[in-house]
């Protein structure tokens, strides 16, 4: 016949004791089992990309002088897990005794797209009657700043744009 007798305290002590230590040592191995699978699944949101990236516009060659000179580019951008494509004109203007400028051609009121019109000699933004020299300087309306010099460099004769994220 089997002793049924109620364990002691001694030994309901050490099962407590036992299932407790299974239970903490569970959790460790639940832990280390899923810390990569959450650090794949959590780390794509916390990086950002391609915004130190170069962005080729163009040849140089192909800038006329005194004629700001609209160059088309598009780049892909990784933010977390949202990716996206980017693009606009960037704006070569390389005048008399001066550095080229490249200016962006986001308009500084409220982020219309400014197209240079060629009988006016004026950037022009069609969203509120905003109006820019062919330096970038604010002429009429309500932007208040100049267009963006847009960092830049030359590399084997192509024009080259660093754009912020
Ligand atoms: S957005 Fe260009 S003038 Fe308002």
């Known amino acids: 016949m089997a002793d049924l007798e109620a364990p002691s305290a001694e030994e309901a002590t050490r099962r407590k004791f036992l299932a407790g230590l299974i239970g903490v040592v569970a959790g460790l191995v639940s832990t280390i089992v899923a810390l990569p699978a959450i650090g794949y699944l959590v780390s794509p949101g916390l990086k950002r990309s391609g915004e130190e990236k170069w962005i080729n516009l163009g040849p140089l060659s192909s800038v006329v002088p005194g004629v700001p000179t609209p160059f088309r580019w598009s780049r892909r951008v990784e933010d977390g897990w949202v990716k996206t494509t980017q693009s606009g004109t960037a704006y070569a203007v390389q005048l008399e005794g001066q550095e080229l400028k490249v200016l962006s051609d986001v308009c500084t009121h409220l982020g219309c797209r400014v197209t240079w019109d060629q009988d006016r ?45």
């Open 121 to 165: 000699q004026l950037f022009v933004c069609p969203c509120h009657d905003g109006f820019f020299a062919i330096d970038g300087r604010v002429t009429f309306g309500p932007p208040p700043k100049p267009l963006i010099n847009l960092p830049y460099r030359i590399e084997n004769g192509q024009i080259q744009i660093r754009l912020e994220a």
